[in-house]
């Protein structure tokens, strides 16, 4: 039977369920967090950027208030963010592990881009052409795990568990 699954309830799921990559993930179990954390993340910026005026610092500056509280959202996010992720993709019968692949993508970008910085000093056009290089294959990856997170999972029970739509 068809479980319908609150705004609310989504959102404390991906606390509950923060270090969980066992079972399935709805749809609304990955996007309400992130819809919520956009939106906290927006509002943390612009109160740290006032923060970060008054004291007379620039918020772009490296050890700026709004770059520490980045830097402390980002860590406490980071194993809710992959697990839910990991589950998402469980849903739609495709291994979890395989969230680790933007990581590795990202990884493999930054140590060209930084190569191409050591190897290059003297040629500004190619840590350019490098880091577009390197923007335009994160951009297409980014593309298509969103596009993974939102297909609609497996009806019926898969090898990863229940439908947790209880379908």
């Known amino acids: 039977m068809y479980r319908e699954m609150s705004f609310k309830e989504a959102y404390l799921n991906f606390w509950r369920k923060a270090f969980v990559m066992k ?3 709805r749809r609304k179990e990955y996007w309400i967090p992130v819809l919520v954390h956009i939106l906290l993340s927006f509002v943390l910026n612009i109160i740290m950027g006032l923060v970060d005026s008054n004291m007379g610092n620039n918020p772009q500056q490296l050890g700026s208030a709004t770059q520490i509280m980045q830097g402390i959202t980002g860590l406490i996010l980071l194993i809710p963010n992959f697990t839910v992720g990991a589950r998402r993709l469980q ?4 291994n979890g592990w395989v969230n680790l692949v933007p990581v590795g993508v990202s990884l493999v970008c930054l140590a060209a881009i930084l190569f191409s910085v050591v190897k290059s ?5 190619a840590i350019i052409t490098t880091s577009l290089i390197a ?5 297409v990856m980014a593309i298509v795990f969103k596009v993974l ?4 999972g497996t009806r019926g029970t898969n ?9």
């Open 23 to 25: 079972g399935r993930a």
């Open 91 to 94: 849903d739609i019968n495709i």
């Open 121 to 125: 000093a003297m040629d500004p056009g």
């Open 135 to 139: 923007l335009a294959v994160l951009l």
């Open 149 to 152: 997170y939102l297909l609609d």
């Open 159 to 167: 090898k990863y568990g229940e439908n947790p739509k209880g379908r």
